[in-house]
C-alpha cells in the first residue's frame, strides 16, 4: 500500500504507526464517553478502524470521519445503536473544524468501511474467556479487572489482528496474576523497566520478587503454569503475546497527540478532505 502512495507520505509524513494507534485511541475514548459507549462496542471500534486503515491509505481519509463511523458501525453491531444524528453532532461538538452536519456523509463512510472490511462485521473478543477462566483460575476480583485492563490496552496494538482473542485472554491474565500482589499494576512495572533502559523481553526486574507474594499466591500463580503447561494453547504464542504488550508500555508516557493533531489537520485540510 505504501509503494502506491510514496508521494503522498513523503508529502505528508506522520508520526510513526504506535503513536498514531494511540491517538485515535484517545478521541475514540472521548466521543465514547460523550455519548455513553460501552466498552465492548469502543473495543470493536478499533478493530475496525485497524482492519480499515491496513487496506486504505490514511492520507486519503479523514480520519476523524473514520472514527465516527467506525464507532456508529460498532454500537449497531454490539446491539447499543446510537441515532446517526446524535453521533454526527457529538463528533462535531468535539471535532467542529473536520466533521460537518451532513449526515450523509457518514452513511457513505459507513458503507466504505463495510466494503474495505468485506462485510465482516462480528469480531470477537477476549473478554468473553477472562470472563470463563475467571473462576476456573480462582481469580480474586482486583485480578480480573487488571487482567480486563491489560486486555483494554492491547487494543493499541496490532495484537487484534494476528492474535486469536482466547490466547489475548490467557496473556493478560498470565501478566495480571504475577503483578497483582505489587499494587503497582503492569504500566508502573513496564514504564520503570523502560525508564532504566530495560528490552522487551519479560524480565525479572520487571516482575514482583517471588518473597514480596504470600504462599497463597504463589500456589494461584503455580496453578496458572500448570494450567498453562497442560492446555492446548501454544506457550510461545504467550510469551510473544507478551512481549508486545510489554513493549507497549515502554513508550507508554509518550505524549504525541500534539504532533498528531498537527499532521493530520495538515493533510485533511490541504486535500479538501474535511467536506
Known amino acids: 500500500m505504501e509503494e502506491e502512495d510514496s508521494t503522498l507520505i513523503q508529502q505528508y509524513p506522520l508520526p510513526e504507526r504506535r503513536h498514531m494507534s494511540f491517538f485515535f485511541n484517545s478521541q475514540l475514548a472521548k466521543l465514547g464517553k460523550r455519548m455513553n459507549v460501552r466498552q465492548q462496542a469502543l473495543a470493536t471500534a478499533q478493530v475496525y478502524i485497524k482492519r480499515f486503515y491496513s487496506k486504505v491509505e490514511i492520507r486519503r481519509t479523514n480520519p476523524y470521519l473514520v472514527l465516527t463511523t467506525a464507532l456508529y458501525l460498532a454500537c449497531k ?98 501478566l495480571a496474576l504475577p503483578l497483582k500482589p505489587a499494587h503497582a499494576g503492569l504500566q508502573a512495572a513496564m514504564t520503570n523497566q523502560a525508564s532504566q533502559g530495560g528490552s522487551s523481553q519479560v524480565s525479572k526486574e520487571a516482575l514482583p520478587s517471588v518473597s514480596g507474594i504470600s504462599q497463597a499466591h504463589q500456589k494461584k500463580v503455580q496453578n496458572m503454569v500448570n494450567w498453562l503447561a497442560e492446555g492446548e494453547i501454544g506457550i510461545q504464542a504467550v510469551i510473544e503475546c507478551s512481549q508486545e504488550i510489554i513493549s507497549l508500555y515502554e513508550v507508554w508516557n509518550v505524549s504525541v497527540e500534539k504532533d498528531c493533531k498537527e499532521q493530520i489537520s495538515r493533510f485533511v485540510k490541504a486535500r479538501g478532505l474535511d467536506k
Open 77 to 174: 453491531m454490539e446491539e447499543c445503536p446510537q441515532h446517526i444524528r446524535v453521533v454526527v453532532s457529538e463528533a462535531r461538538q468535539l471535532w467542529p473544524d473536520f466533521i460537518i452536519t451532513d449526515v450523509s456523509k457518514l452513511g457513505e463512510c459507513e458503507f466504505y468501511l463495510i466494503s474495505e472490511m468485506n462485510s465482516q462485521l462480528i469480531i470477537h473478543h477476549p473478554y468473553r474467556t477472562l470472563h470463563e477462566l475467571q473462576k476456573t483460575l480462582n481469580m480474586a476480583v482486583e485480578e480480573t479487572q487488571l487482567a480486563w485492563s491489560i486486555i483494554n490496552d492491547h487494543y493499541l496494538t496490532d495484537l487484534p489482528l494476528l492474535v486469536p482473542p482466547h490466547v489475548v485472554a490467557v496473556t493478560a491474565i498470565f
